[in-house]
């Protein structure tokens, strides 16, 4: 528990100064016993086609000879030599126990919540109704904000202020306007976030403000506020923190390493992830390949990407053969958090799904909220509508015998339900009203 002596200090969020936090004493422990000195760096910043090496100590999001996305690329001896002097696996789990594997300087200051550690859930019983002999679900809707994002942010802050950042901004669906706000308050520095107008889940909404970002609301969708976002941070010098910053990637790829380290040093055999602007995807499948180069894991997942039918560019391309992104102008889903049309990690997205010898498909929107009632229902988890298009995935591709009822299958549920309650409660029947007697309480069950 936090102590009172920690909120009288929470002008100076920075990790050192919120030791009392038990929750938050590991991370720091961590990055205390590394040192780091000595090490070689196993970390440089391409571009993904053209490979041309760009420089980790100024931000950048683009290559500045082709303008195509930057990646962080990993030495692997230089990583084992690093990971040879520690025992990663006797730390907590949580993204920070994989500290030798993520960018960021020997003596930067890590801004940590507390984020990673969330569970693999055993469904036995969604398992049981689907007729397969196991199903896990990465429920990362337990992160600290309630969404895989703040995998992203921890690293992508720490990098922010290494960097002098002053301002962070993004444009968001929500959950990535709710990490960032949070995180930039930890840094101290200023946020701003662009949203479209009345697309974005309360919940989503209700972070964002209480946590002091200056939050702009646009009458256009998420793919016009990424645009404006992209253009705008060198002149108002704003650090960008959407999953377009290779950094971001690094915080998420932690995921994959959980998995692993949770299914006792192997992956699964399929993995199901929902798929928006394409960075968690891509983002998975670098954890499991480095895990798996490094000889920490043992076999690679296939990727099944999932998007919804209304917004569907990349399964589009599976579903066409076709080897570029035409975008969807006016995407539309009852999952906000994947309402996107031209996903700026299409590129990334699809090397990754093709190298796993996966695809990329769609659900219905009916599809999804049916998954995110038998996800609360059977298992206990309550999922965002996008949390739960990964089950929805699984359920459909097992209708048309397109899995093996034996795969080790983990689907991925990205957010929580508290999220949006206007979608759960739009699901669910009204609460009854009866006079306060046991006699009425009695009538209204006996008729149920
Ligand atoms: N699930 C949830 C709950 C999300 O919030 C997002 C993306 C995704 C899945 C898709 O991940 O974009 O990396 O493919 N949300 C972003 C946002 C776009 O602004 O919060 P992706």
Known sequence: MCTTKHARHRSNYQIDAIQECEELILPLAIADALGGEGMADPFEMRCIECARVHDMTRPAYVCSSCGNLLEITMDRAAALERISKINMKARPISVWRYRELIPVGNSSRILSLGEGGTPLVDCRNLAGRLGMKSLRVKFDGMNPTGSFK??????????AKEL????V???STGNTSASLAA???LAGLKCVVLIPQGKVALGKLAQAMMHGATVVTIKGNFDQALDMVMKSSGRLDMYVLNSVNPFRIEGQKTASFEICDQMGGRSPDVLYIPVGNGGNSA???????????LGLTKGLPVLRGI???????????FETGASEL???MKPDTVATAIRIGNPANWKKTVKAVKESKGSVSTVSDKEILGAQ????RLEGIFAEPAGAAALAGLVKDLKAGAIDRNSNVVCVSTGHGLKDPDVALSQSARPRTIEASLDALQKLLEGT
Do not use: H, N
């Not at 703040?150 to 990098?159: L, S």
């Not at 983002?283 to 180069?293: I, N, R, T």
């Not at 998007?307 to 391309?317: T, V």
């Not at 009632?373 to 609360?376: G, P, R, S, V």
């Open 307 to 317: 998007q919804a039918e209304g917004a569907a560019p990349i399964a589009r391309m």
């Open 169 to 171: 901004s993004c444009a």
């Open 183 to 185: 995180y930039a308050g």
């Open 283 to 293: 983002a998975y499948w670098k954890g499991f390949a480095e895990y798996e180069s």
């Open 150 to 159: 703040d995998r992203g942010m921890t690293v992508g802050i720490t990098k």
């Open 373 to 376: 009632k038998d996800l609360a």
């Open 326 to 328: 035409s975008p969807v």
């Open 164 to 167: 002098g950042m002053k301002t």
